[in-house]
């Protein structure tokens, strides 16, 4: 007895005439969607992974790096897809090209006051 009253709502709702879609206007929401993920998370990763094949390749002897593992040294030498890193005096350790993270550049004495000053005046 509970039950007939939703066997009539079901009855009641089959009556309306059903929507007819089709073509290109179901393919219109995935598309953009597709779109959407394009520009927000593929576009910029490329570009990501272009930058970091670029400072790989410009890697060279002496430069201050920092790896992926957050260990900072100096490049020694460059054998194919391995670096030696010298971490401290008479320390070298063995790291894979890709696992660098950056280069570290650094700051002159000068800049750092520069940058200080303009923190000062843009409060």
């Not at 007895?1 to 005439?17: E, L, Q, W």
Request: proline residues 3%; charged residues 20%; glycine residues 8%.
């Amino acid at each position: 007895m509970i039950f007939n009253g939703f066997v009539y709502a079901a009855d009641a709702g089959s009556a309306a005439p059903a929507m007819q879609g089709g073509g290109l206007s179901s393919f219109v929401p995935m598309l953009l969607i597709i779109m959407v993920f394009y520009f927000i998370m593929i576009r910029p990763q490329q570009k990501k992974m272009k930058e970091h094949q670029a400072l790989l390749e410009s890697l060279k002897r002496g430069d201050r790096i920092l790896t992926s593992g957050g260990l900072f040294g100096e490049v020694h030498a460059i054998k194919g897809n391995n670096v030696e890193i010298t971490v401290a005096n008479g320390v070298r350790v063995t790291y894979l090209k890709s696992s660098i993270a950056s280069i570290i550049k650094p700051e002159a004495v000068n800049d750092k006051a520069e940058k200080a000053a303009a923190e000062k005046t843009a409060e």
